[in-house]
């Protein structure tokens, strides 16, 4: 029997990069976006990243802004399903770092979160996102995650009051994802005032990695949310890029400047 | 009918449509699955409905607004020459006569005065035909709020009237241009945009969806026009309860409404869905707009996009409730075609001398077809609840008649 405490792969190759000094970096991409879209996962390995997320694309992004709505219809577009972004991702070349799922759960409850985790385990991934389950609705996924071996990290928010922000942390697996402002994904041209506030009271309660995300574009913002977090998640800044037909070496080095800035700090 | 399940005599059951279960249930239905983002805004409204419920001066203010600016209580009327042709005593209750032509003023005067007492400076919605937007405008003029209107812009364009009437009244009208740019789009956008403005906004929820509280809420806010029918019922009805009680159902709020004033009778309850998006029908279980309830989806698990030709009925899901009183048996859902409601409100014009909203001739088009078949037998007692005035849809209607 699975120990439903335990954490599992994600949490563990996290835990270790951090306790090395390492500032985390987990670039996303929207599964299905393009033909022979999992060379990115290995142009985002190549470059330093520690964790990829991997966007299973939903007809009604409630959380998500401008870049990635499209990229969202882009990929459906092309005929992009969870099935066969998992089918891609179990044939694809292991981009050697942890696969973080991410999708709304709509497409959790399509199969069954049972299901649902034992195809994201046979596809390879590791962890799992889902922005629209609060941690109050989560016991059916995280029960079924628990029995799959998959980490499922539940986000935190500026809004979030403390008692609850320490259930957050205390039942998230992988990381807690802190969300770095009141707003959808999407770039920023600064970071939020919140996301120092927000991540140094989710650090009170646990040493679990916390990974800031939402807005974060730049390396300067990477740098200054490393002060703060174990890491960033850097979303919409890929996938406009993507969008506007950058390729995989593109990406690249895209995120070797935001590694290097990681480094710095 | 295909796709419904048989009648199972209605239970008088206590406690249907009381108040939810524990975090927002109805059955295995509804919850809060709202960004976490919004939960704490959520839980504010919570607390504030309940309060305000509870709260006799809160509960004077609406009644006052409710009779003083939207004109009610609204009238039964016996369609008399239409139930003469149909063989059946249909009696429809007046949204229409509503200040602003629709029963979303209910919903939407209750929320204004919940979003002002907890300091609210500004109403968000959502619209499809527009007259959630136009309610919303209003309440927000009379009470010194302001209000941002999500539409999508397929919506803009049929229903012109009502964005200019929405402008007329001093909102922001914010053309929605994702998807299939109609309600569940507009929805989808208010909810984001709510996200970046809780401090100050209150997201005025215009049917029995999103996350807890709302569908309770928002059913409660309307159970105007059933509890007023049911005692206009008792009042001119021989037997005192109509044997079936109709209503259209986009979302749901004038059904759910409607409903929860005979859930405790025999009445038999249909819902009334547009072909197109028959969420309650047709849909399966999912998750969209922060509740668990029935969606119309693909192979994929994908939402499909709705359509029909009532902009109000444009929804691909059903409140969750309405899944839960579906499963229950206490209500059953039909659905009508485009070319049906459009007869019906042609019908209802040239007898009745009254021009309904495309949607409320859904629940109209389902009587007229049933009427004196095993759905509804020839003398029946029928409430209908006619929600809206078919002003808005002149433009559309001028196409086709
Ligand atoms: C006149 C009218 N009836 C019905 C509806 C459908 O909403 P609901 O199902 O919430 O009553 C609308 C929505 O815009 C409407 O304008």
Redesign the pocket.
Known sequence: MTDILAPGAVERHLRARRDTGRGLLMPYVTGGIAPGWTRYLEAFAEAGADAIEVGLPFSDPTLDGATIQQASETALARGASTRRILADLAEGRDPGVPLVASTYYNLVLHDGPEAFCAALRRAGVGGLIVPDLPVHEADELADAAAAAGIDLALLASPATPQPRLAEISRRSRGFVYAVSLMGTTGERAALAASAAELTARIRRGTDRPVLLGFGISTPDQAREARRHADGVVVGAAVMRRVLDGAGPDDLRDFLATLRQALDQE | MRDVPPWREPVPAAGVMGEPRERGRFGGYGGRYAPESLVEACREVDEAFREARADPGFRGALAELLALHAGRPTPLTPARRLSRELGVRLYLKR??LTHT????INNVLGQALLAARMGRRRLIAE??????GVATATAAALLGLEATVFMGERDIERQGLNVFRMRMLGAEVVPVTTGSRT?KDATSEAMRHWVGATVDSHYCV????GPDPYPWM?REF?RVIGDEARGQCAAELRTGVPDHVV???????????TFAGFADTPARLVGVEAEGGAGAARGRLGVLHGCRSLFLQDDDGQIVEPHSI????D?PGV?PEHAHLRDLGRARYATVTDEEAVGAAVRLARTEGIV?????AHALAWVIREAGGGELPAGSTVLMTL???GD?DISTLKELV
């Open positions: 949204e229409d032509g629709s029963h979303k619209t499809g035909a527009g007259q959630h309600l215009g049917s029995v969806i928002v309307q209503a259209c159902v986009g979302g749901g709020s004038n059904a759910a409404g009532a902009a109000g009925l929804y409140g309904p909203a495309l949607e409320s929600s809206g005035r808005k």
